[in-house]
């Protein structure tokens, strides 16, 4: 059975920007944040200046629980880079609070990985990053 394991210092990590500093910064405190458009009510993943659904540029941000399921995944064993340990697993995520996200299955044994597994954020240090990847949930 091969486990999917975090991944270690010396990948390429997300250069936060002035928009997604926000997310960054909830992430290193250990919160899963989103955006939610004031106007339409519309969950707004990635951090964006202006909502995708009315346009308006009244958007607050959110904590999320942090738990959802699998929409689509799949397994890397040959990595693109020597800095990443394989297998891996992306996933994308449909958050229960209505919006998707992209991130890296943990903890899961590679054969268990499935669309519909429900799963929940598990926050990491990789370097000097705090990064959010999902782990199966427990029922």
């Not at 942090?66 to 891996?88: D, E, L, N, Q």
């Not at 697993?89 to 992209?102: F, T, W």
């Not at 054969?111 to 954020?121: H, Q, S, T």
Request: hydrophobic share 40%; with cysteine.
């Amino acid at each position: 059975m091969t486990l999917l394991v975090p991944q270690s210092e010396g990948i390429p990590l997300p250069r936060p920007s002035g928009l997604s500093k926000v997310f960054w910064d909830a992430c290193e405190e250990g919160r899963l944040v989103y955006q939610r458009c004031v106007r339409c009510e519309t969950a707004v993943f990635n951090p964006s200046p202006v909502c995708p659904m009315c346009l308006s540029q009244e958007l607050a941000w959110h904590d999320s629980a942090g738990r959802g399921a699998i929409y689509s995944w799949s397994v890397a064993y040959r990595p693109m880079s020597s800095s990443f340990t394989a297998p891996y697993a992306p996933i994308i995520v449909d958050l229960d609070e209505g919006y998707q996200m992209v991130s890296n299955l943990i903890d899961c044994a590679v054969d268990d990985v499935a669309i519909g597994l429900r799963v929940r954020v598990d926050f990491r240090e990789v370097g000097k990053m705090t990064l959010p990847y999902f782990r199966p949930d427990e029922p």
